[in-house]
């Protein structure tokens, strides 16, 4: 069984902090990793995709991946009320036609 | 607004009823998606249609039925569910099966009564 494995949280940080959400997989085989907010009642959208081992940052955020541990992480800095979300880590599996699968999401609270 | 939309937004359905879902995308992708978001559980994945094949069935049961007419519109036919298929339906697209990302609909809160 091919899976995407995330802490459930919540995870608790102040405003102005570091959020580092994880994300383990089982498949050494995938090849493109994303990240996915969903706020309470809408639906998932896209923060960010890497392919390649290392660090992508855009604005506040960073992806941080590494095939040989399998391992795929996000980083939020400066932290935020309006971050307060569930964050899905999202796989492409291989096998064919490269699905995302995603895990079960992390819920992350950014309070005052 | 991500381009994907579904109707309807909420949908409550006795467990003989035959209702349908629905999902248009006008991102002009080829591959399309039917996901189940149940409380506490992973996003599950249900079909898979790339350019109007079915190229993934999730093992769902057959009281759920997919229909893809074109690449722009993706149909969830439903028919003698149980109340635990209970749930938020996510309709996505992306642009092929590769390594792209999937841009979701609004989703569709399906009860069964």
């Known amino acids: 069984q091919k899976e995407v494995e995330q802490n459930s949280g919540p995870l608790s940080v102040p405003e102005g902090a570091i959020a580092s959400l994880n994300c383990t997989y089982s498949d050494r085989g995938s090849q493109s990793f994303f990240w996915y907010r969903q706020y309470s009642g809408k639906s998932p959208e896209l923060i960010m995709f890497i392919y390649s081992n290392g660090d992508k940052e855009d604005g506040r955020f960073t992806a941080q991946l590494n095939k040989a541990s399998q391992y795929v992480s996000l980083l939020i800095r400066d932290s935020q009320p309006s971050d307060s979300a569930t964050y899905l880590c999202a796989v492409n599996l291989s096998g064919g036609s490269y699905i995302p699968t995603f895990g079960r999401g992390t819920s992350l609270i950014v309070h005052p | 607004e991500t381009g994907v939309t579904q109707t309807p937004r909420h949908l409550v359905m006795g467990m003989t009823n035959k209702k349908s879902l629905k999902c248009e995308q006008h991102l002009g992708h080829n591959a399309m998606y039917w996901y189940k978001q149940s409380a506490k559980k992973p996003l599950e994945l249900m079909f898979v249609?790339?350019?109007?094949?079915?190229?993934e069935n999730n093992s769902v049961p057959s009281r759920f039925s997919p229909e893809c007419p074109n690449s722009s519109h993706l149909f969830l036919h439903l028919h003698t569910l149980q109340p635990e298929d209970s749930a938020l339906y996510l309709c996505?697209?992306?642009?092929?099966?590769?390594?792209?990302?999937?841009?979701f609909g609004q989703g569709t809160r399906l009860t069964v009564v």
């Open positions: 996505a697209s992306s642009l092929g099966t590769g390594n792209t990302e999937a841009f």
């Open positions: 249609y790339s350019l109007e094949e079915r190229v």
